[in-house]
């Protein structure tokens, strides 16, 4: 049976051992693909930077690519870290990608710089930016309406395509953000799990309806990993946490063998390390529907997003194909 509430993909653009950039793309192109003959809602791309194993830094650019060959599924950021950019530079890019793309198109917004502070210095920006984060989301969203709040200033393309927004987070903050301006909102549940049912809650709380939106609406963030087997996912999704070792210690290639990820996972400090993506559904595609359904009642949430963050392209792939059989309009 499938699920019974929609199933979205944010697609980290992952870059695996052995892959080239182009590879790492090409993949990401031909998932989106695959996704929409699958049925599932939207794909996100998120901005990261200084990050070797992540490919969507130009989140615009690579969802004009994925757009320009596919035909139906919406796309869209997960997000723009907006406090990288002017409002009126990323209502340009995605009013282009809208008058493109007419009714596929929407756009994430985070508050986070997404980087480290010596990438934020090279990227040009102000770290104190993120103090005007809701006056800039707002400057934005009516950039890509009608009336602009600059005088004298319209963005061209934008104006007019109404490119809908939703705010993201991981805290308290961003619920706050997404409830007074009645957008909705996104919690990255499956990085940063602590605030979510607290972050949640408030927001639903303090909603006020909006031109865009009328009610609340969540999206919760979740990591899948599907396999043909419970023992076999297991397994894979030892491989994710090595991996987030090797991540944070800064140890991506083979000096930090299995053996020490392992130590570093068993000790007191893995398991902050482990609690971060404590939201996993792993096992078998019953293993992971059942997760998944208990997952979205513990958020409340209307919809799902989900990561693959299984490390080797093969189980990636078996992964989702797995979990494309409890999509609702799975054909």
Same mark, same amino acid.
């Given at each position: 049976?499938?699920?019974?509430?929609?199933?979205?993909?944010?697609?980290?653009?992952?870059?695996?051992?052995?892959?080239?950039?182009?590879?790492?793309?090409? !993949?990401?192109?031909?998932?989106?693909?695959?996704?929409?003959?699958?049925?599932?809602?939207?794909?996100?791309?998120?901005?990261?930077?200084?990050?070797?194993?992540?490919?969507?830094?130009?989140?615009?650019?690579?969802?004009?690519?994925?757009?320009?060959?596919?035909?139906?599924?919406?796309?869209?950021?997960?997000?723009?870290?907006?406090?990288?950019?002017?409002?009126?530079?990323?209502?340009?890019?995605?009013?282009?990608?809208?008058?493109?793309?007419?009714?596929?198109?929407?756009?994430?917004?985070?508050?986070?710089?997404?980087?480290?502070?010596?990438?934020?210095?090279?990227?040009?920006?102000?770290?104190?930016?993120?103090?005007?984060?809701?006056?800039?989301?707002?400057?934005?969203?009516?950039?890509?309406?009608?009336?602009?709040?600059?005088?004298?200033?319209?963005?061209?393309?934008?104006?007019?395509?109404?490119?809908?927004?939703?705010?993201?987070?991981?805290?308290?903050?961003?619920?706050?953000?997404?409830?007074?301006?009645?957008?909705?909102?996104?919690?990255?549940?499956?990085?940063?799990?602590? !605030?979510?049912?607290? !972050?949640?809650?408030?927001?639903?709380?303090?909603?006020?309806?909006?031109?865009?939106?009328?009610?609340?609406?969540?999206?919760?963030?979740?990591?899948?990993?599907?396999?043909?087997?419970?023992?076999?996912?297991?397994?894979?999704?030892?491989?994710?946490?090595?991996?987030?070792?090797?991540?944070?210690?800064?140890?991506?290639?083979?000096?930090?063998?299995?053996?020490?990820?392992?130590?570093?996972?068993?000790?007191?400090?893995?398991?902050?390390?482990?609690?971060?993506?404590?939201?996993?559904?792993?096992?078998?595609?019953?293993?992971?529907?059942?997760?998944?359904?208990?997952?979205?009642?513990?958020?409340?949430?209307?919809?799902?997003?989900?990561?693959?963050? !299984?490390?080797?392209?093969?189980?990636?792939?078996?992964?989702?194909?797995?979990?494309?059989?409890?999509?609702?309009?799975?054909?």
């Amino acid at each position: 049976m499938p699920l019974p509430l929609p199933l979205s993909i944010l697609d980290l653009a992952t870059v695996a051992r052995g892959e080239t950039v182009a590879q790492g793309l090409e !993949a990401s192109t031909l998932l989106a693909q695959r996704a929409e003959e699958w049925g599932f809602r939207r794909i996100w791309y998120a901005e990261h930077h200084n990050m070797g194993s992540i490919a969507s830094a130009a989140t615009s650019v690579l969802i004009a690519h994925v757009a320009a060959h596919t035909e139906r599924i919406t796309l869209g950021s997960g997000g723009v870290m907006l406090p990288n950019h002017s409002p009126l530079q990323i209502a340009e890019q995605f009013g282009t990608l809208a008058e493109l793309h007419p009714g596929r198109i929407e756009l994430g917004l985070g508050r986070a710089p997404g980087t480290d502070q010596a990438t934020v210095a090279a990227l040009r920006r102000d770290p104190r930016a993120s103090e005007t984060f809701p006056q800039d989301v707002q400057e934005l969203q009516a950039f890509l309406g009608t009336t602009s709040l600059v005088p004298g200033v319209e963005a061209h393309p934008g104006r007019g395509t109404g490119v809908p927004l939703t705010i993201l987070g991981s805290s308290l903050y961003g619920a706050q953000v997404a409830a007074a301006l009645g957008l909705p909102y996104g919690f990255a549940s499956h990085f940063a799990p602590d !605030a979510l049912e607290q !972050a949640v809650a408030l927001y639903r709380r303090e909603f006020r309806p909006s031109e865009q939106l009328s009610a609340p609406h969540v999206l919760a963030g979740v990591n899948v990993i599907a396999a043909d087997s419970d023992d076999e996912a297991q397994q894979i999704q030892r491989e994710v946490q090595r991996s987030r070792v090797r991540l944070f210690t800064g140890r991506r290639g083979a000096s930090l063998t299995d053996a020490e990820a392992d130590a570093v996972l068993d000790s007191a400090s893995g398991g902050q390390i482990r609690s971060m993506t404590r939201y996993t559904a792993v096992g078998t595609p019953e293993t992971v529907t059942a997760y998944l359904e208990e997952f979205a009642a513990r958020a409340d949430a209307d919809e799902l997003i989900v990561t693959g963050p !299984a490390p080797r392209r093969e189980s990636w792939w078996r992964s989702w194909e797995l979990l494309a059989t409890k999509v609702q309009n799975a054909s």
